[in-house]
Structures are given as C-alpha cells and as structure tokens.
C-alpha cells in the first residue's frame, strides 16, 4: 500500500476542525463560507504547499480582524494543531505580517512550539536581517527546545522547501554564533539542526565549514557527533580535509569486487560481494563506501555514494556482500543502460565493474 501523500493532511475534516475551532474563538467567524470558498473544486488538485497557502489566506480574511487582534485568536488557535497540519497559522503571519516584525516575530515563536516556524521567517530574516538575526539569537538562549531548534533550523541557508537566503550561502558568518551557542545542547532535536545547518553550510563555504568543525571536534561527544553528521556531505565527495578529521588515512589493500550478475532489470537487486585484503599485522579505520554512476536521462553519469560500514580492522582480510534495489524512489528515477558500481576506502576508489541495466520489457 502507497504512503499517504502529505498534502493530504490538509484535507475536509481538517478544514471542517479548523472551522470548528475558530468559531470557538471568534464567534462571528463564518464557518460555512470558509468551508466553500478553502473547497472549492480545484482543492483536490492542489499540492501540500498551495493548500496550506489557500487555508492560511482564507482563514486570515475571515476572522476579520485587524493583524494585532487577529493574532490574539490565532496564538491559541495554533496550539490546537500540530505538524503539517499546523504549518498553516505561520503562513498567516508571513502573509499578512510581515510589514510588522515586532509583532509577527514573537508570534512565530509562539507557533513553533506546535509545529513549526522555520519557513514562515525566513522572509522576515531577508527583510529585516539585523532584528531578526537578533530575536533567533534570544531564542538560541531559550529555555525551550523548539526555541533553540528554531533558531538554527529557521536560518539555514539551503533549507528544503524554504525561501533562499542568498546572502548566507554567500557569507555564513553572521550565523555563526548562533550554531556556537547551541553546539552542545541537551536537546538531540536541536543538535541535529545544528548539524543540517552546517552541512548546508558546507555546499557554498566548505572551507569555512571545515575551519569550524576542526574548531569543535574533541570538544565534546555530542559535538563530535554534530561535526560527523555535518560532513556527510564533504566525506561521501571525498574531501581530504574531512577525511583527515576523523583519522581516515590511504590505506594499502587488495580489494575484489564480484556482481552476482552483469545485467538485471528493473525492479530487480544487484547482489555483489567484496573481499578486502589488509597488510599483514595492521589495524587500520576504514570507511567502507560503494557509489553508483546511474545512467540517466540525458546520458551524463549520475554519481550517487552508499554508506556501507565505518570500524577499525584488526582482521587480514574481510568478505562482505551487498546489494541495491532498482527501485524509483521520490528522489531517485533510474534508467536503463550501462551503470558503474565502485568501492570506496578511505576516500579512495579500489575496484570498479561496470553492468546494465533494462527495462525489463
């Protein structure tokens, strides 16, 4: 059975709750015409983002109140209303809020402890970057983790689904202190912002990132572990710096690659084996990768690294096996045609076989 699709959590009986509570709040609000015009008949076919847009603009117009007031009844509205579901009272302040930061930004902090409001500031930090860098760097000091977390996740450079912040994928630094702040918080949900933060740091100034992150490493257990998952991105692309960090040194071995097939179709598994031979008396870290050059579309290889095992060897020799479904995901289509399957140790390719892919028709 298929995965319910998230645009679908912005359905009828939402709207009809949503319409509920609100004439719970402000009597005069018109439930039936809220109703009709937020369902009207192309809803069906809108997708998550433009629901939660019609939703929020609606709901906003008919409450009928001035922005000031309005808020007074969506504070407690939104505490109702959790996850995506809750997306929709953030997207009112970024809508109708904006021209007034002094009110909407500490709305917005009210609002992420439900759900979030992580999408909804980012035009307020573009607008306004010294006032609202100044409130996120209040929150990063918050006694409350969805605060905390709001504080680094909200400003991002790269965060998915949000608004670019140009000038942060240009110039970082400014951010900075914020991820200082919060780089040893209690709060795992926190620290793994941090960490995301970071990574998309290190897509614009991988330098910059790298500097910090030797800053950090040795400091503390849950740092190192920020520091390790922020240079997911800078291991897999194989950058000295990164590798260096954690101890993963070139290393002599002797590595045999066997595909159980050369031609599969899709939809089926490649299954293939490796046997890595270590000099004699050695106790070497490996980090164990296999990476993927799909075929695609346009006939330009499609580089895509697998994690596969990260430990130190003590034995002379290790035999392993794997395998990858063919399998279209949301983020990934394949297509058929000639594939390259590499093993990667330490940052370096060991061994190499080609295979191919078919429809299957």
Not at 236 to 261: I, N
């Amino acid at each position: 059975m298929a995965a319910p699709l998230l645009k679908d959590l912005i359905d009828i009986a939402f709207i009809k709750r949503l319409g509920a509570a609100c004439r719970q709040l402000q009597p005069a609000f018109n439930v039936t015409e809220f109703e009709s015009l937020v369902l009207n008949n192309s809803f069906a076919e809108l997708e998550l983002k433009a629901r939660i847009r019609r939703v929020a603009n609606f709901l906003y117009q008919h409450l009928g109140l001035p922005f000031t007031e309005a808020c007074e009844v969506l504070k407690p509205l939104s505490s109702q209303f959790g996850g995506i579901q809750g997306f929709v009272f953030p997207d009112v302040i970024e809508q109708f809020g904006l021209d007034l930061p002094e009110i909407s930004l500490p709305v917005l902090g009210h609002m992420t402890q439900f759900s979030t409001s992580e999408f909804a500031i980012r035009p307020f930090i573009n607008r306004y970057p010294e006032l609202t860098l100044q409130q996120l760097a209040l929150w990063a000091r918050s006694d409350n983790h969805h605060l905390r977390r709001l504080a680094s996740e909200g400003c991002r450079p790269r965060l998915p689904w949000g608004q670019a912040l140009p000038q942060y994928k240009k110039d970082p630094r400014p951010l900075l202190p914020i991820l200082e702040q919060l780089k040893q918080d209690p709060s795992d949900y926190v620290r793994r912002s941090v960490a995301n933060h970071l990574n998309d740091i290190s897509k614009d100034q991988p330098e910059l990132m790298l500097q910090l992150c030797q800053r950090w490493f040795g400091q503390h257990p849950d740092t190192d572990k920020i520091v390790k998952h922020a240079l997911r991105g800078l291991l897999k692309q194989r950058h000295p710096k990164a590798l260096q960090l954690f101890g993963y040194q070139p290393v002599a071995v002797e590595a045999k690659l066997k595909l159980r097939t050369l031609r599969l179709a899709m939809g089926e598994r490649l299954f293939f084996d490796l046997t890595i031979e270590l000099p004699a008396a050695s106790s070497d870290k490996l980090r164990l990768e296999y990476a993927i050059d799909f075929a695609s579309k346009t006939g330009k290889p499609r580089h895509k690294v697998f994690q596969w095992l990260e430990r130190t060897v003590d034995e002379p020799e290790l035999t392993l096996q794997r395998s990858y479904l063919f399998k279209d995901l949301t983020t990934r289509k394949h297509y058929p045609g000639e594939h390259r399957l590499s093993i990667i140790i330490n940052g370096q390719i060991v061994t190499s076989q080609n295979f191919i892919l078919t429809d299957g028709i």
